[in-house]
C-alpha cells in the first residue's frame, strides 16, 4: 500500500438490513422481507436478472429511495430515515452521470466543494485520486473528450473523493465492450484491497460476481436465494435457480426419478444408485461431464460449437439439452452416440418440486454399462 492509498483509506463500515421490504405501490412488491449483514471491508456482489430489485436495494442503503418497511444500519448507525448525504454512501452509476460542462477535475471535485472543502484541500485529492485512477494527464478534458473506460474511471474517482465508508456501484461495467470490461474488474478488484470501504456491487454478470466478490447475494424476485463465497455458490449451489444462474455454459438441470435404489433418467437410463424415491432435478457442470467410450450414459449429439481452447458439444438425452465442455485439446469423435460418465462427486440433487439442493451422498460405485437398463 503507497502513501497515495493511505491518503484515501476510509474506515469500512459493516451494514445491515434488518426487515427491509419495498413495495412501490400495493400491486408492485419488489422486496417482501430482506435480512442481511455485510461486514466491514467485505466485497458484495448483489446478482440476478433483470428486474429482480437489485437497484431498488441499493438505492435504499444508499437512501435514494425509502424502504417501505424495516431498519438499515450503516456502521451501528440506523440510516433509513437520513438523507443520502448523511449516510456516508457514495454511488456509481451505469451510465457515469458526469458533467458535460465540468472538466474531469471539476466533477471529481463537486462534491467536496458542495460540502465546503477549502480549494487547496480539493486540488490535492483530486490530484491523489487522479494519480490512483491514472487519470492525472486528463484532469482538465470534458466528459466528451474522453474513452468509456476513462469516463468510468472519472465515475469511479468522484465516488472516492470523500472517502466514503460503503462504496455502491449500479452496473458500472455494462457500457463498456468485453475488453474494457475485463480490465476494469481488474481494476476494481486492486482499487478495492487499496481502499478498503464496504462495497456493494449490482450486476446481473456471473463473471463480474465470480471475480470481484468475496460474497454473492443472490437474488430473485427481491428474495435471497443464496449469500455466499463465489466457490461456495459455484461447488454448492443452494437452488436450480443458483445452479441455472452461475457458469458459462450453466449447470445442466436433468428431470430424474428415484425408484428407491436408483435414480433414472426419463428414457430409463440410471445416473447413480440412490435410496430415495420420487421425482428429483439433477445438475451436472458441463465442465464436469466425462466424454469417454467406456461410459454407461448415452446421449445423441446435435451440435458443437469450437472455441478454440474446448469445445462445447450441445447433445440430446432423455429428451433434454445436455451441454458438455470438453477438455483441452481432446479430440471427440462426435459422429456417432456419445458415451458419458457423470463423475458421482459432481453431481448435484435437487427437490423436484421446490428446486432446493438436498443433501445426499451417491454410493461410490459407478454405474457399469452391464447394470444399464435401457427403456425404449
Ligand atoms: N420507481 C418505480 N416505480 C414503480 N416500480 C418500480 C420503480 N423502480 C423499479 N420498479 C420496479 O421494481 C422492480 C425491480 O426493479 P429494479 O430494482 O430496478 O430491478 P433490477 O435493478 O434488478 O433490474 C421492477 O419490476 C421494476 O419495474
Ligand atoms: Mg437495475
Redesign the pocket.
Known amino acids: 500500500m503507497t502513501a497515495i492509498d493511505t491518503a484515501i483509506r476510509a474506515a469500512a463500515a459493516d451494514i445491515e438490513l434488518i426487515g427491509v421490504s419495498k413495495a412501490?405501490d400495493a400491486k408492485?412488491v419488489?422486496i417482501p422481507l430482506l435480512n442481511v449483514a455485510l461486514r466491514p471491508g467485505e466485497f458484495t456482489v448483489v446478482l440476478?436478472p433483470?428486474?429482480?430489485?437489485?437497484?431498488?436495494l441499493l438505492q435504499m442503503i444508499a437512501g435514494l429511495e425509502r424502504v417501505s418497511g424495516g431498519k438499515i444500519l450503516i456502521g451501528g448507525r440506523e440510516v433509513q430515515d437520513l438523507e443520502p448525504k448523511h449516510r456516508g454512501c457514495a454511488m456509481v452509476f451505469q451510465n457515469y452521470a458526469l458533467y458535460p460542462h465540468m472538466t474531469v477535475a471539476e466533477n471529481m471535485a463537486y462534491s467536496l466543494k458542495v460540502a465546503g472543502v477549502s480549494k487547496v484541500e480539493r486540488t490535492e485529492r483530486v490530484a491523489t485520486v487522479a494519480t490512483m485512477l491514472g487519470l492525472a494527464d486528463y484532469l482538465s478534458r470534458k466528459p466528451g473528450q474522453l474513452s468509456g473506460g476513462q469516463r468510468q474511471r472519472v465515475a469511479i474517482g468522484r465516488a472516492i473523493i470523500r472517502e466514503p465508508g460503503v462504496l455502491l456501484f449500479d452496473e458500472p461495467l455494462s457500457n463498456l465492450d468485453a475488453q474494457l470490461r475485463h480490465d476494469m474488474r481488474v481494476e476494481l478488484a486492486d482499487l478495492h484491497h487499496r481502499i478498503g470501504a464496504t462495497s456493494v456491487f449490482?450486476t446481473h454478470d456471473q463473471v463480474e460476481a465470480m471475480t470481484l466478490a468475496d460474497r454473492i447475494l443472490i437474488l430473485n424476485k427481491g428474495r435471497i436465494e443464496q449469500f455466499d463465497t463465489p466457490k461456495a455458490i459455484y461447488h454448492h449451489p443452494a437452488s436450480v435457480f443458483v445452479a441455472k444462474f452461475i457458469g458459462a455454459p450453466p449447470m445442466n438441470i436433468l428431470a430424474v426419478v428415484g425408484d428407491g435404489s436408483t435414480l433414472r433418467l426419463a428414457d430409463g437410463q440410471v445416473i447413480a444408485n440412490y435410496a430415495g424415491k420420487g421425482n428429483f432435478q439433477l445438475g451436472i457442470r458441463p465442465e464436469d461431464i466425462v466424454v469417454n467410450s467406456g461410459g454407461p450414459i448415452h446421449a445423441q449429439i446435435c451440435y458443437r460449437e469450437d472455441l478454440g481452447s474446448h469445445e462445447i458439444l450441445e447433445a440430446n438425452i432423455a429428451g433434454e439439452q445436455l451441454r458438455i465442455a470438453t477438455p483441452f485439446g481432446a479430440e471427440i469423435d462426435t459422429t456417432s452416440t456419445l458415451s458419458l460418465s457423470f463423475p458421482r462427486a459432481r453431481l448435484h440433487l435437487f427437490d423436484g418440486e421446490t428446486g432446493r439442493a438436498m443433501s445426499h451422498t451417491f454410493d461410490e460405485t459407478e454405474v457399469t454399462p452391464a447394470s444399464v437398463r435401457v427403456y425404449q
Request: glycine share 24%.
Open positions: 412501490y408492485t419488489v440476478g433483470s428486474g429482480c430489485g437489485k437497484s431498488t449490482v
